[in-house]
Structures are given as structure tokens and as C-alpha cells.
């Protein structure tokens, strides 16, 4: 029995030896952890990266969908301005009324369907100028109007959506200059005065 357990033991022995010279040293260990922690975290920045692709593209394809038609609605406000141009020289002159009222009901329809698309008039007489809304094409003296108010409308503006199609071509009010003259005689006028006493 010594014997067989002796081999055993040296059986024991030999195996011990094997996998000591097999197993990796804690150098080879710790390398493997970190290039493992490397791996990992590639994956995870890849993976973010990849989720935030998904969204921008997400983004991107509803802003397409969104203003998709802002080309063909541009070259429609033309139609729309004519129409309007047609209607105002309509009522001054002596043509036929239910021409008028054809041309009325054709503005008044296109409206309709481009409005369900988006299109929106934007507001202009009355209002402060704003330059994101309205485009300036001149100054107009006025005592009744605020200054920088918008008193006069050249073409309308639209906005599709939430961005400005086209903008507005407004006259915007400013007060009515004083005469240089009579400023400059009033105070001739008190020097003279001054001189005088």
C-alpha cells in the first residue's frame, strides 16, 4: 500500500508541477483583465455611438418628411400673389363679377390646401417690425403710428411650419422730422436776445 501511495503521491506531484508551469503568471493575468476591460469598453462607446447615430438619422428623416415640400410651396406663393394682384384689379375696374368670384374661390381653395400643409400667412400690418419675419423696403413718416411699427405691406409673407418660407416686404412707420430751421432760428432768436439785455 506504501507503494501504490507513494506512486500516487509522486503521481500527485507530477500533476502539481504540470499545472503550476501551465497556469499564467499574475503578470499575464492582469494583461488579460485589462486588454479584456479595453475590449469592453470599445464595445460600449461603439454601442453609444451607435445608439446616437440611430437618433440623429431619426431626426434628420422627420425634418426631411417635415419641410419636403418647401420648394414646390415657395414656387407656389407666385400663383398666390398673382391671384391676389388679379382680384385688387378686379374690384377697381368693370369686369365681369362671377369671373371675380371664380378668381376668389381658386385663391380661397389653394389657401385652404396649402394651410393644411403648413403654409401660414404671416401677420404684418399693425405689428413691430421684426427682421426675422419682415424685410424692411422703406420708411414711412407717420404721427398716427408707434415708430418701428409696420404700416404698409408690399407682398405677404409665409412661414412653413415653424420657418420662414418667405418674408414679408414691409413699410415701417418713424416719426416726422422737425424742420432744421426752425430750430436753428429759435436759437438765433434767444442769442440775440441774451446779446440784447
Known amino acids: 500500500m506504501t507503494e501504490n501511495e507513494n506512486g500516487d503521491l509522486s503521481q500527485d506531484t507530477d500533476e502539481t508541477k504540470a499545472s503550476e508551469e501551465k497556469a499564467p503568471e499574475p503578470t499575464e493575468i492582469e494583461q488579460l483583465q485589462k486588454s479584456l476591460d479595453e475590449a469592453n469598453d ?10 446616437n447615430y440611430k437618433k ?4 434628420n428623416k422627420e425634418e426631411l418628411l417635415k419641410y419636403a415640400n418647401e420648394e414646390i410651396m415657395s414656387d407656389v406663393l407666385t400663383v398666390i400673389d ?3 394682384l388679379a382680384l385688387q384689379h378686379a374690384t377697381g375696374a368693370e369686369t365681369s363679377s362671377s369671373l371675380a368670384e371664380g378668381v376668389e374661390l381658386t385663391l380661397k381653395e389653394l389657401k385652404t390646401v396649402l394651410e393644411k400643409h403648413g403654409l401660414v400667412n404671416i401677420e404684418a400690418m ?9 424685410h424692411a423696403m422703406s420708411q414711412i413718416e407717420s404721427e398716427e403710428a408707434d415708430e418701428n411699427t409696420v404700416i404698409k405691406e408690399f407682398r405677404k409673407g409665409y412661414t412653413l411650419r415653424d420657418r420662414v418660407l418667405r418674408a414679408a416686404l414691409v413699410g ?3 416719426k416726422q422730422s422737425q424742420p432744421e430751421n426752425s430750430d436753428s432760428t429759435g436759437s438765433q432768436d434767444q442769442t440775440t436776445t441774451t446779446e440784447e439785455q
Open 42 to 51: 470599445k464595445y460600449v462607446r461603439l454601442y453609444a455611438d451607435y445608439e
Open 56 to 59: 440623429i438619422a431619426a431626426r
Open 82 to 84: 398673382h391671384l391676389e
Open 172 to 174: 415701417v412707420a418713424i
Open 126 to 134: 399693425g405689428k413691430e417690425f421684426d427682421p426675422a419675419v419682415h
